[in-house]
């Protein structure tokens, strides 16, 4: 669906004006309801479902941000997103109104500000596989095994959780170094994970990612893109070290 569904544009996030994205009023549709300013059911591949959880005071902090020096306007015409059918419909009843405004999250411990941040990255979706339909399957929630075809190759999300399949050997210490560096010691990760995106986060954030990770129920999935891809009977696709499991 994601492939052939969509001739997909993406629209600027930059302050110019009317109509613009840039208005106070758009972003709170774009990010909470998944609406364009002209109206439109917008494209999941913008994760507005990842960023509904995104509190009214870190909102507002984006769009300031976006409205600094550091993001001068810019006026250029985009192509019109065009959907077959029948996506056109069938994206209509992916957005969803907000029921009020998002308090500020639960941050008291690590594990509750790494539970935040992961859902707002929008981590559970490229690391969970989907059935046919592209629902997320029950019971391997970020075990792995999402196939991300593209300009990158053909890759399976990893395993993050703490089974022996997944990152049971991390420690914090090198989870943040593979953030940071974008390689596992050796093993460079594929460009389609945002690891030069996320290596920006502070110390802070990294850890607390890391830490909800590790509360995470233990999913047995080997996932390993050195590995030839094989048949895998757990999430049902082929992927590297599929018939390991």
């Known amino acids: 669906m994601r492939r052939h569904c969509a001739h997909n544009v993406s629209a600027p996030l930059i302050q110019r004006p009317a109509p613009a994205i840039g208005q106070t009023i758009n972003f709170l549709v774009v990010f909470g309801k998944g609406v364009g300013y002209d109206g439109r ?4 591949f913008m994760p507005y479902l990842d960023f509904r959880a995104l509190s009214d005071e870190d909102l507002a902090s984006i ?19 065009q959907l077959i059918f029948p996506v056109n ?10 029921e009020g405004p998002v308090p500020e999250p639960d941050v008291s411990t690590p594990e509750k500000r790494g539970k935040y941040l992961v859902t707002i990255l929008g981590c559970e979706a490229c ?17 792995g095994g999402l196939i991300l075809d593209g300009p990158w190759g053909r890759v399976a999300g990893a395993n993050i959780t703490t089974d022996p399949s997944g990152i049971s050997d991390y420690d914090e210490a090198l989870f943040t170094q593979t953030i940071r560096t974008g390689a ?14 996320y290596r920006g986060m502070t110390d802070e954030d990294l850890a607390a990612i890391f830490a909800y ?11 390993d893109n050195t590995e030839m891809p094989t048949y895998c009977k757990i999430c049902r696709r082929t992927h590297g070290g599929g018939n390991q499991n």
Do not use: C
């Not at 941000?65 to 006026?75: C, E, F, H, K």
């Not at 596992?184 to 995106?197: C, F």
């Not at 990770?213 to 996932?223: D, E, I, Q």
């Open 63 to 81: 769009i300031v941000y976006l409205r600094t020096p550091a993001m001068p306007p810019v006026r250029k015409q985009r192509p019109t997103t």
């Open 213 to 223: 990770l590790k509360t995470l129920n233990p999913v047995r999935h080997h996932v």
């Open 41 to 44: 059911a917008l494209f999941p």
């Open 127 to 143: 690391h969970t596989p989907t059935d046919n339909h592209g629902q997320p399957l029950p019971g391997l929630e970020f075990g």
């Open 89 to 98: 419909y069938l994206i209509r009843s992916v957005t969803q109104p907000l």
């Open 184 to 197: 596992v010691k050796a093993r460079h990760l594929s460009q389609i994970m945002p690891w030069h995106t």
